[in-house]
Structures are given as C-alpha cells and as structure tokens.
C-alpha cells in the first residue's frame, strides 16, 4: 500500500499560531504571536499532494493551543480523509478541555496534555482520564515544569557548534511540520523568521529550511533528500536544539512578553548544557536522526501493546523515549537481570567543546 512512499515516525500541523498560555520561553513563539488560524482548504491542498508520495504514522495537531481552533473537528476529518496517517493525536495544554466537543474524542487515537505549573484546568487528570478510557484513546501526560532554551536572541556564530547542535537535535527526529505549504524537518523552524522580526535581527533567506509541498513535480526526491541531509538549516544559527540549558517555566503578562523580546544573548555557549550536548554525542553512531522509517510495523506494535505495559507495568511505551523505556523496564526487572557489561558505546569522531573551559 505504501510502497515507494516515504514513511516517517509523526509529522504535526499548527492549527493556531497563537495560544491561551504565555509561556517564557515559547519556541513557537505563541504568546506575542496575533491570532492565526490555520486554513482547512490549504492543509487539504497540502495533505493531497504530500500523500501521493508520503506516509506517517502519527499526525499531531498543536500549537499554539489546536483548542483554539473553530473548525478543528473538519480538520482531524481532512487529515482522516486524506489517508496520510495511521493515528491522530491532539496535543494540548488541557484548559479547554471541558469545552471540547463530544465527537472529538471519538475522532482522535490519543490525547497528549502538557501539565503546567500553576496552570489550573476544569477537568482533573481524572476526569480526563474517564472520558479516554470511555472512548478507548490512549493519554498522555507530559509534565512540563522546565523549558529547555531554544530560540536565543543573537546568532550563533560559532559553526563548528551549530553543527554540533543541529547533529544531536532530536527535534528533527520526531517534530516534522507542515507550515503555510511547505514541510519542516522541525517544529521552531517555521517561526524562526518571525522570531527574528520581533527581536530586531535582520533575516535571511530561509528557503532551504523546507520544501515546498504544493506545485512540486519533484516532491519526494527533494523531501528524501531534505531529511537525509546533515548540513544544518540556516534557522539553527538562532536555535539550541535540543541541548540549551532548561529553565524553570512561568507564565509571562504583556510586559514580561516585551521584556522577553528584548533580552540580549552575548555568549551563547553560555545558555548550552554542555553535559547534554557530549552525552548527546555518545550515541551510537547507527542511530539515525532523520524521521524516517524502513517500516511502520513496530510504530504499530508499539501502540498497540501499550495499554498493556502501561496497565500491567506502568510503562507508557508512546510517551517516552526508547531510552527511558528501557531504563524503566530494565529498573523493574533488575532483580532477574543479569548485568550488561557490554563495553563503553563509541564517541561520535567530534566532540563539541565548552569554550568557556578550554585551557588556550
């Protein structure tokens, strides 16, 4: 059915640019953002011409916050329609849950919602989760009480660093975007230049960050090649992927959002988790960062035996990484284990360094 399609792990769609949180530190940059809808012809327009050469397995709808959206039942209808996807998910902040029309639930596969601090919600994790097991979705809670810094407010230029960043980022791995026609390999990306704009840095041309969707007569050649390519986007100058330090999050008021604009970042090595950025490095250098998948068959398992491990064990298999899943399996299970004493994994052929640091 999929043959000679791409297939990749989740792609997301911003059904609004804005959001009813402020959060310091947004990399979608929602709370200075003006109220943006997305439109339903163009992600029809969009989702018909990236089907013809491409499948995911799951397809979020953000934000912003996608509650926001007035027509948010004919977009999961579209997205269904289109063929696109295997499983649709609804990531949202959870305080217009009680708002939520009754078809929803019974439209999407699973519900993610960001747990906050200091964010209150009508509807407890309880009564969110009875209405999921009523209608057989699978929930996710994230909680979310730091931000890691993404979006800095000078460039980066230091190239051997943004190299480094940008090879460790997982967010390419796992936040393909579909923005205004075009498909990201992660989700800041699309809201870099407006990022830009407002902090009063002249942009560049960003054209390379994305493939046009529409109109392409050579779509998936170009879309394979994007997702394969290991020069960074011109956005990651402006980004810490997924190694900037974390901060604890707090809600932001108009002036604290203005403030936030005009904040000055002199030493970007100095906002870097360097200990994040060299266990990053460590990984094995067959892990592949690119989104796409050889098959969908063990996307599928996965989902399907995850009531079960989440039930049986109290493992969620969808909302954590492969990392932490093993770690918390092999925790459970360490009594009737035998300790690996496989050897030390091989380092990556470069290490970034903290310059701060370096003796010369």
Known sequence: MHAKKILARSVEVNLTAHCNLSCYGCDHVSPVHEEEY???????????????????FEFLLTGGEPLLHPH??????TIRASGIADKITLITNGVLLHNAPEALWSKIDKLGVSIYPGVKRRLSQDDIKALADRHRLLLWYKPTDDFTIRLIHSENSNRDLVKAIYSTCTLRNSCHTIHKG????????????DWLRRVRIDAFNFERDSVAVRNNPDLRQQLADYLKDEEPLTACRYCLGSVGKSMPLRQMNKVAAQ???????????ALIDWDALRKAQRRPE?????????????RRMRWRITPWFRRALG????????????KRTRRL???WLIPMRGGPRRPANQQANDPRSDPS
């Open 259 to 269: 403030q936030w604009l005009a904040e000055k970042d002199d030493d970007v090595s």
């Open 72 to 77: 948010l039942l004919n977009i999961v209808d």
């Open 286 to 298: 067959r892990t592949d960062l690119n989104g796409m998948l050889a098959t969908l068959a063990g």
């Open 315 to 326: 493992i969620d298999l969808i909302g954590a990484p492969p990392t932490a899943i093993w």
């Open 333 to 335: 299970f360490s009594p």
């Open 38 to 56: 997305l439109s339903v012809e163009e992600l029809t327009k969009d989702l018909g011409a990236l089907a013809e050469v491409y499948h995911v």
């Open 182 to 193: 075009r498909y990201f390999k992660c989700s800041p990306s699309p809201f870099v230049p």
